[in-house]
């Protein structure tokens, strides 16, 4: 997958993203959590960024476990990340329901679905 490959389709991932944000905050009850769902939206952009470019590294070594290593690495610290961030906002935000998780898991699955079409493809010309 070229670099240009990439960014058009997390363009448009980020689109689809932004668009099913802004209908969530069109519900009166998701309104309050607006800020969590953009935060997100741009720390998953950043973590998709960094895992292409080191998925990409690791799929043309020589060693294809490397690949696999990375994978398997990303998918168990974007879990770890997302349940941090989930008590880090239940803590300081104190929201008054746990709707919150709606927007920061739209944003979690359709960026992991995205990741993992990605990675999938750089797998295939890792080979």
């Known amino acids: 997958m070229t670099n240009q490959a990439f960014f058009l389709q997390l363009g448009a991932v980020i689109l689809i993203t932004a668009l099913s944000l802004w209908g969530l905050f069109q519900v009166p009850t998701l309104m309050p959590y607006q800020i969590l769902g953009w935060v997100s939206l741009g720390g998953f952009v950043f973590l998709s960024v960094i895992m292409f470019f080191i998925g990409r590294t ?15 690495g990303f998918t168990v610290g974007k879990m770890m990340l997302a349940i941090m961030i989930i008590f880090a906002y239940l803590k300081l935000a104190e929201p008054a329901d746990k709707l919150f998780i709606i927007p920061f898991f739209a944003v979690y699955f359709i960026f992991t679905a995205f990741e993992t079409y990605f990675m999938m493809k750089l797998g295939r010309t890792g080979v």
């Open 58 to 72: 690791s799929a043309e070594s020589n060693n294809k476990n490397t690949f696999t290593s990375t994978v398997l």
